[in-house]
Each structure stands twice: as C-alpha cells, then as structure tokens.
C-alpha cells in the first residue's frame, strides 16, 4: 500500500498565500472599469476590509505587452487581481465575495461569466476558477500575518515613545509605568 | 541605453506609502516553457538560493508565474491559448523603481541571469540601463495598490516583530524582578534593543 501525500500548493511562502486572478473584461466595459479602479485612491481601498491582506492590486492589461516583432495579442483587454495574504484560499474568497459588496459589483461585474449580482459563493467560485497558480512566491516575513506584523508595529512605536518619555522618571516610577504599558503584552 | 532615457519614476498608482509594486510580463522563447518551472521547482526546493533576496531587506513579496492558458470563461472570450509562454513577475519594494532595479541586479546578477534568461529580448541584468528598458516595455502599471501597512518598509517590520519578541520577554522578566533591579536590567534591555529600535 502506498502512503499518498496531498499536493503542496505552489502559492505559499511560509504562512502567505500569493493569489493571482485574470479575467476577461466584457467588450466596452475597460473604460468605465479604469475609471473605477482610478477612483477607488480617492475612498480609501476597500481592500482594507480584508484583514488578512498584506499587499493586493488591481491592474487592467489592454493586450500582452510583447517586444517588438512578437504578436501574442490577448481577446480583449483582461483584468488582473493579485493579492498576498494570510491563511487559506477557500476562507479568503469567501470573505471578500462578502466584505467587498458593493466593490465586487463595479469592479468583476465588469468582466466575462462574473455572476449577477457579484457576491457570495458564486462570485467565489468565479474568482477560484479563474485562479492562476504561482510558479513561486517569496515573503520576506511570511511567518508573521497582518495581525502579528500590525500589532509588532504598534508595540514598537509605544516603546520608543517609552523610551523618551520614560527619561525623566525615577526609577520606581519608571518601573511601575513599563509594566503598566507593557506587564501584560 | 543609459538611464535617463527611460524614466526611472514609478506613477502614483503604483505606489502606496513606503512600497512601490512593479508588475511584468516577459515573452519566453520556447524552450522557456520547460527551463522556468524547473527554475521554480529548484528554488522551492532549495531555500538558501533565496538568501541574497533576503537579504536585500527591500523586497517585501514577490512572485513568478508561467502562463500560457487563458482562465476561460465562455463567449465573448475567445481566447484559451497563447501563442507564447510568458513570465509574470511581481514584486513590492521599498524605495524607487530605479533603484529596485540598480540594487537588484548588482546584488542577484546571478538570479537575474537564471530567472530571464529565457525572455525574448533580455539583454542581460548589467549593465543596468538595458536592464531597466527591458522592464519597461514589459511592465504593465497598476490601477489601484493596496499595502496594510503603508508606512512601514521591510527593515522596520522585521525589526519591529525581531522586538516584540525580546520585549515581551522582558516584560515578563521585569514583572518578577525586584524594585531595585529594574533599572539596571532595562538599560541591558535598551541597549540589546536599540538596533531595532
């Protein structure tokens, strides 16, 4: 009887999942779709939303770039999702399908075979089967989720506010101040 | 080609606090389709050739992909297949494109060779000029970035997570120490600490 291992994914790096979505873009719709994207820096990104995010883009590609000479032109112009975050691909698009209402809606509502209305399982399902898999990924800290890297910076910030701060205590009081900031981190 | 003549400047779009993202796609001559998953495989399965990257301190996350098929999702799309293989990379850094560029190929000459060898058109990671054309015909700029925390580079976040752990050792430590003994055992803290600091 032979032992049989699962199939290692090829999108981690330690603990951070790379996702990479390509989908078609309906024909007419690039315009409009740019213009969306463009003005999502305006709101502040909704990808804040996700909490298990580290980095994520959109970008829209009007056709392959190729050097000169090549031709490989795409059907029309496809949009590219690629996000970097913690923990497993099933959870992870399960919660943007329900955080990123009504985003998903302007933004893959736009593209080929996206379900109407643009949320839940279905738009899931949407977006894993247009999945790409990494060949390889790196993450210079890939152990540490947002959370953990959020909560490691804000620690870091109260002690060199410490610091300073704690210059003209005594030592008693200096004590008693770092175990009140800090006693129970 | 020198560098000033193609334009080093990341658009705003590409950039979110302290990380710039660079997003490319190089056409692979054809016997890419088989060197660059062996690329991959090889640099999965022996971490230490990762360790120059590492240590560069500036690239937070980046990714290689071969893609020849298209997600295909019925009509309109018409298309399945590509003619041609083409490498995606992505990356984010900190600090600007130029300089991602010039640090990369002086440190990862190597790496470079290995991961472009096989695009149409490379002309070779150094000198760095060529380079960075190279990556500009292909680079194709993003139309909205996202970074959770935008105003921390690489070096800041591993320093910060290298402290909460000795900090939190500490702290642990001071709460059983003696009054007396406090400030002598927080000046041997700051001064282990003060490197991440």
């Keep these: 009887m032979t032992t049989r291992f699962p199939k290692r994914t090829t999108n981690l790096a330690g603990q951070t999942y790379g996702l990479m979505v390509l989908t078609p873009i309906r024909p007419g719709h690039e315009d409009e779709l740019r213009a969306y994207l463009d003005g999502l820096h305006e709101q502040g990104s909704p990808l804040a939303r996700l909490p298990r995010t580290h980095m994520a883009r959109w970008l829209i590609m009007p056709d392959m770039p190729v050097p000169p000479g090549v031709q490989d032109p795409l059907d029309g112009p496809y949009l590219l999702f690629t996000s970097n975050f913690d923990g497993d691909l099933a959870s992870y698009l399960h919660e943007l399908a329900e955080r990123l209402v009504p985003e998903a809606q302007e933004i893959w509502g736009r593209c080929i075979g996206c379900p109407r209305p643009a949320e839940g399982a279905a738009l899931a399902a949407y977006l894993g089967r247009n999945q790409l898999d990494s060949g390889f990924v790196f993450a210079a800290y890939g152990a540490s989720t947002v959370h ?13 506010d410490f610091v300073v701060r704690s210059q003209e205590m005594d030592p008693a009081q200096r004590r008693k101040a770092f175990l009140a900031e800090f006693g129970d981190s | 080609m020198n560098r000033a003549e193609v334009s080093p400047d990341a658009p705003p779009s590409n950039v979110c606090g302290q990380t710039t993202s660079i997003t490319l796609f190089s056409t692979q001559r054809w016997w890419g389709r088989f060197f660059m998953p062996f690329m991959f495989v090889t640099s999965r399965a022996v971490p230490k050739a990762l360790e120059a990257m ?48 010039d640090s990369s190929v002086r440190v990862l000459t190597g790496g470079m060779k290995a991961f472009w060898s096989s695009s149409l058109t490379f002309p070779g990671p150094l000198p760095a000029g060529p380079f960075q054309a190279f990556f500009k015909t292909h680079e194709v700029d993003t139309s909205h970035y996202y970074c959770a925390y935008p105003e921390a580079t690489v070096t800041i976040v591993r320093s910060a997570l290298a402290l909460e752990e000795r900090l939190d050792m500490f702290a642990h430590r001071a709460g059983l120490l003696p009054e007396a003994a406090f400030d002598a055992v927080w000046g041997a803290f700051l001064e282990d600490a003060q490197r991440y600091l």
């Design chain 2, 54 to 101: 590492d240590s560069l301190s500036f690239i937070s996350f980046a990714s290689w992909s071969l893609i020849r098929d298209v997600p295909y999702n019925g009509p309109p799309q018409h298309l399945r297949r590509l003619r041609h293989s083409h490498l995606f990379f992505e990356v984010s850094f900190n600090g600007s494109w130029a300089q991602y560029i």
């Design chain 1, 148 to 160: 953990q890297v959020r909560g490691a910076l804000d620690k870091r910030a109260r002690l060199q």
